[in-house]
Structures are given as structure tokens and as C-alpha cells.
């Protein structure tokens, strides 16, 4: 058995409204065990044999669309990715605050095409280093609220589905995959 974590894109945070104990239940309907969720914005660990990350990401992105008539991207790693996103952070070394230091998870890596294509939005403070399937962020000035470099921009700019973290809530969910 392995412990997985689905990141869903956009709940919670604008109109698109789900209960957290629908999200349990829903992917314990799904044959998971041992479902949990972190804060209210779509994360739930869970624990089920070992599976490609995308067909469990489309087996609760169905369900979501079946019964709840909901359309939310849907992001899984398991615990031992998340270890190494972790370790892989350029920035937590010299940042102490967790709101200024953030993970973007993306669908798919992108192209080298669409990586150079990606900049630093005009008159914007930031760092990023893209490492595979994630971008590290580092927000030195100020935390992700007022950024223009958003999930949006990211996949209109990559190609590819987004969703963002922030470093506390990471590093919880490396701790609750067993990463």
C-alpha cells in the first residue's frame, strides 16, 4: 500500500464550493483508506495500493463530476515525491517564513519551449525554479496574494493544469503521506 496526496485546483477559494467530508467520503467510495483532509481547500491524503498517479487523479475528478457535478483539476503525488519536493526547495535555507515560500504542482513538466517562455510578471518580486512536475516559488517581499504569477498564469504561460501550496501546508502534507 501506498499514501497519496490529491491537491484539487480551485476549491474553496472562488465559487467552486466543496464540503470536506464530501471529499472524504467521496474518495473512500472510491476503495482508499484511511482518508484524511488538511484545511478546506481540497487536499486529502488516503492510502491504496500502488497506482499511476493520473488514474487516481481521473477516478476523483470523475466522481467529483459524477456526483457532485463539480469539473476541478486534480493533482496526486504520493509520500515519497513529496519528501523530495521537500528536499528539492532552493529557498526554505533562507526564507523562515512559510506564506513568502510555495510549491506550484503541475499536471505534467513542461516543455523546454514553455519553460522559456515563462517570465516574471512586469514590476514583481519573485524567484521560481522549476523542477520536474513542480515550481518552487519564493515570494521575498510579500506572500502569494497581490502576485500576478498565479495558477492561471502559469498554465496559460506551461500549458499545463496548475495548483499552488504554501510551504506549511507542503510540508504537512509530506508529513501526513509518511514522505
Request: aromatic share 6%.
Amino acid at each position: 500500500m501506498a499514501r497519496y496526496a490529491a491537491l484539487l485546483r480551485g476549491v474553496n477559494v472562488g465559487t467552486t464550493r466543496l464540503a470536506m467530508a464530501d471529499l472524504r467520503r467521496l474518495v473512500a467510495d472510491l476503495g482508499h483508506e484511511d482518508v484524511k483532509t488538511y484545511l478546506q481547500s481540497g487536499n486529502v491524503v488516503f492510502t491504496s495500493p500502488p497506482t499511476k498517479a493520473a488514474t487516481l487523479a481521473e477516478g476523483i475528478e470523475r466522481r467529483l463530476a459524477d456526483e457532485l457535478g463539480l469539473r476541478v483539476p486534480v493533482l496526486v503525488r504520493d509520500g515519497g515525491e513529496l519528501a523530495a519536493i521537500v528536499d528539492a526547495s532552493p529557498y526554505t535555507a533562507r526564507q523562515d517564513d512559510p506564506t513568502r515560500v510555495l510549491v506550484a504542482f503541475l499536471s505534467a513538466a513542461p516543455s523546454a519551449a514553455r519553460r522559456k517562455e515563462l517570465t516574471v510578471p512586469a514590476g514583481e518580486h519573485l524567484e521560481y525554479a522549476i523542477t520536474g512536475r513542480e515550481i518552487h516559488l519564493h515570494f521575498p517581499d510579500g506572500g502569494y496574494g497581490r502576485t500576478k504569477f498565479t495558477n492561471a498564469y502559469l498554465e496559460k504561460k506551461l500549458g499545463v493544469v496548475a495548483t499552488t501550496r504554501n510551504w506549511k501546508s507542503v510540508l504537512a502534507l509530506r508529513d501526513l503521506t509518511g514522505g
